[in-house]
């Protein structure tokens, strides 16, 4: 089987703090993706990787960062984190060749 | 905006009911997904329709795509009290993986 894994489950930073969210894959999937959920809007694409040290813009990447310096690893970063930012944040894989996104379990994040 | 648009945003049904959600979008696709979420969960990839394909059946589970009306459906037949989630169509529009969720249908199936 599949498995994502997110570093943490929930977590509470304060305004300003630097915040790493990590996301690992252990499929050797070439495409990774981070989302943010949120109540009414749906999940809405961050960031995504198609190979390592790759990445490309999603709809909403201001605020955010994002770096693959291997291959099962895609983390999120937040330079400075904002209360704006409290959110549902969802890491994702897709092998080559496949459409079918496997998703991580999610990172409640809160900032206060 | 969103590409896909679920409706209804909320559903009730009682178990061994039929459930029927809808999925609109807004320009071509490649193909169009479906996914389900548990509360507080990730998703759960279940069912792929490409644009050349209408119809295709998984278990309960039968989607339909028409893409003169770039609209979807899901029918979850026979449906069971596990079935209770949320429930979200994603198209990729371009083919190149940047895939735009709707924002969910809610079901609640009712022991």
């Known amino acids: 089987d599949v498995k994502v894994t997110q570093s943490s489950r929930y977590l509470v930073k304060r305004t300003g703090e630097k915040v790493f969210l990590e996301c690992v894959q252990d499929m050797d999937h070439e495409n990774m993706f981070w989302y943010r959920q949120d109540p009414g809007l749906g999940l809405r694409l961050i960031y995504f990787?198609?190979?390592?040290?790759?990445?490309e813009k999603g709809d909403i990447p201001e605020g955010y960062s994002v770096s693959r310096e291997k291959k099962e690893r895609f983390s999120l970063i937040l330079e400075s984190a904002s209360t704006n930012q409290t959110s549902m944040y969802l890491c994702a894989s897709i092998p080559r060749f496949s459409y079918t996104q496997y998703f991580g379990p999610g990172t409640r994040l809160t900032v206060l | 905006s969103q590409q896909g648009e679920e409706d209804p945003q909320a559903l009730s049904i009682q178990e061994g009911e039929n459930a029927t959600m809808n999925c609109s979008y807004k320009?071509?696709?490649?193909?169009l997904q479906w996914y389900r979420q548990n509360s507080g969960r990730g998703l759960v990839h279940l069912i792929l329709?490409?644009?050349?394909?209408r119809e295709k059946h998984s278990g309960r589970l039968r989607v339909t795509l028409d893409t003169s009306k770039k609209s979807s459906s899901l029918l979850i037949t026979a449906s069971r009290a596990a079935d209770t989630a949320s429930y979200f169509c994603a198209t990729d529009a371009s083919g190149t993986y940047k895939y735009i969720f709707g924002t969910g249908t809610r079901l609640k199936v009712l022991a």
């Open positions: 329709i490409r644009s050349n394909e």
């Open positions: 990787s198609y190979d390592v040290k790759m990445k």
């Open positions: 320009t071509s696709i490649n193909n």
